[in-house]
């Protein structure tokens, strides 16, 4: 492989791992969110609704 044609993939900027949210309705427990992992890099834009 031509070293000069490799590329390195730099830190992520923001980063979430094994992100839970349970909302408690009555005696129902519901999972919104179950074990989610996120990485942004630089230039990149994401939204949560």
């Known amino acids: 492989m031509n070293l000069s ?3 390195i ?3 992520p900027v923001f980063q979430l791992s094994n992100v839970t ?3 408690q ?3 129902v ?3 919104a969110l ?3 992992n996120i990485e942004l890099y630089c ?3 994401a939204v949560l609704i």
């Open 25 to 27: 309705m009555g005696e």
């Open 43 to 45: 230039g990149e834009l």
């Open 9 to 11: 993939t730099p830190p």
């Open 34 to 36: 179950r074990g989610i």
């Open 21 to 23: 949210k349970t909302y």
């Open 29 to 31: 427990n519901v999972d």
């Open 5 to 7: 044609t490799q590329k």
